[in-house]
């Protein structure tokens, strides 16, 4: 009898139960050994398992099937995780519905379990792109990283920019790891097998179908941490990512646009909905105290204004490029007078604030 | 001896104690009478004024200024408020720091009290002027007073949306309401005084300095229930009406854009910082339980969307326009099949869902 993974990679391997037993299957019948012995009758009992389906678990050859798409993917150079085996990503491992087999090509390493995805339109403008390509620059530089799906436009930029400032991506796809699509991508797998991984939960040979993108997605979002969408019209494959995201428990983000822009519609309406406006990898970090303390403390703030303290700040922003005569700056400034001058002459010393002939100021 | 008025009037053609008698000489000394006869001793120990300016109290002859003014602003058709009229704004009167004189060219409207500001940069962008005409258009259509301050760029787009919206707008000026500017802005001022008001604290003459501008800004957020910005840079005295506008209480809204555009450094950080996102009028409305009565139902939302329950609406979005298979989707959705199955059905019958051959769905 061949091994319960062999099995379970072998039941994968029928595109229309891959759904069905990530879900309900496996918890009836304990295992993939279970499924493959389970009577037609009690198959077509679970929800999305009709006659025709169970008909077909009932006639695999398991242990052949199994056998055959490991010894195609070792010559691929891919490895399959199973659900338990103890490289599965742990993160991944507690969405509601894991994908039972994950396909490999790369490594992942532990910082990759921290990773944040970069997800958006496929139609992406030159905004889109641009963001994109400096946010995966951004987020693998400060050693995080980008996650996203490969796809034309908003992933591509996030996958490349990763690459370009000398980090980690990780890819999921919607097809077999041998059917890499987009076609034009290929060079770029390449690039992300080399410093990341391309991970998809369809068996060789499948195909890119509509269906597999949101179940592609789910596994992005199962996979990170955060989740920033950088482009995105209001019903898009993008905004069904970050509702999974909300109900796996991931923080969601996303990068505010001119609202005459349709394919900035959803990220504006994300951010409506309390998703964190993300103006850089900065804005991300932030919001998860351990990685916060990967981000180069230079980048915090223009040097000038790192060492100012919030009335300072205040009081700086008050002033403006026009010159103010004191007796305003104090008069639209919360504090006493007194405080006021205090403040103004510190920022003097400072070098942000020049006083001109009769108690004017300005910002120098 | 003159009316209290007149003496009011007559120390706020004072160009250096405008700023200091609407805050401490009036309460320190009670009225314009009791400021104009305290010795200049007195005077002097207040914050703001020195000998000079003390000197210029005591020499004024404020019966004879006052009275001089008031002729000028009649023959200009201009009414001149004090704090104690009964025509003087309710809610700027509640500000910190209201200001005692305010001119007055066209009326105020008692609708005028729920108006919104709608302001930002000077140096504004195509789409920032594109933004605030259509928003000045909504708001105005919508029956909201639009306030602004007549500037170059965004204030001025405001205002002409507003007249082209067929609705009332109001600009606070930073000079004498005889001293238009910017000139450009001539015929436009001339609609705002017709389909509105002009307002300003500063007296017949004064010219547009800087120093004005920020006090202006008070009076714009002072006068309106919330402020809009549209588009602002992060050092800006658009970002430096905002904070004024949160001390004064007032809910403050902010157009999101392009993080790559510097015009809208200042408005994506309010965001960040908590001001509401505005994608239109309807967001700022919204936020007003009585001024949301007066948007127009149809505007709602999409026709076909309108009716949809919560869970219809969610199930819609999940399904994107790619076909899908019924088990997929009772897969990616959160309720049980049948639940999902039967929002199917009904989404079918609305027509926004269209069934093919093999219990596959798409979009409509």
Request: hydrophobic share 45%.
């Amino acid at each position: 009898m061949a091994n319960e993974r062999t099995l379970t990679i072998a039941l994968n391997t029928l595109p229309r139960l891959r759904a069905a037993i990530a879900g309900e299957a496996f918890e009836r019948f304990g295992s993939a050994a279970g499924i493959l012995a389970a009577p037609a009758g009690e198959l077509t009992a679970l929800r999305g398992i009709g006659p025709i389906l169970a008909g077909a678990v009932r006639g695999l050859d398991a242990e052949r099937a199994g056998e055959e798409e490991e010894r195609r993917a070792r010559a691929l150079g891919i490895t399959i995780l199973t659900f338990d085996d103890q490289d599965y990503p742990e993160r991944l491992r507690l969405i509601p519905d894991p994908p039972r087999v994950l396909y490999r090509l790369g490594v992942l390493l532990p910082p990759d379990g921290d990773g944040i995805a970069v997800i958006g339109a496929r139609a992406a403008t030159a905004y889109g792109r641009t963001v994109a390509e400096r946010l995966g620059r951004e987020l693998a530089a400060a050693g995080i990283t980008v996650i996203s799906g490969l796809a034309r436009g908003i992933d591509g930029c996030a996958h490349r920019g990763a690459l370009a400032g000398g980090g980690r991506t990780v890819a999921v796809l919607g097809s077999g790891l041998d059917r890499m699509y987009p076609p034009e991508h290929a060079r770029l797998a390449a690039g992300i097998a080399a410093q990341g991984a391309l991970l998809s939960e369809f068996p060789l040979g499948a195909e890119p179908e509509p269906w597999h993108f949101p179940l592609r997605n789910r596994v992005i979002s199962g996979l990170a941490r955060g989740v920033v969408v950088v482009e995105a019209a209001v019903r898009s494959g993008a905004l069904g990512t970050a509702d999974m995201a909300l109900e796996q428990g991931r923080e969601v983000f996303a990068i505010p646009g001119p609202i005459t822009a349709p394919t900035s519609a959803g990220t504006n309406r994300l951010i409506r909905q309390g998703a964190g406006l993300v103006e850089g990898a900065r804005d991300i970090l932030e919001s998860f105290p351990d990685l916060a303390a990967r981000l180069p403390a230079a980048e915090a703030e223009p040097a000038a204004l790192a060492g100012l303290s919030d009335p300072e700040r205040r009081l700086l922003c008050a002033i403006g490029s026009a010159p103010l005569p004191i007796d305003d700056i104090i008069r639209v400034s919360p504090g006493p007078a007194a405080a006021t001058a205090a403040l103004l002459t510190a920022l003097e010393l400072k070098g942000l604030v020049r006083q001109h002939p009769g108690k004017i100021f300005a910002r120098a």
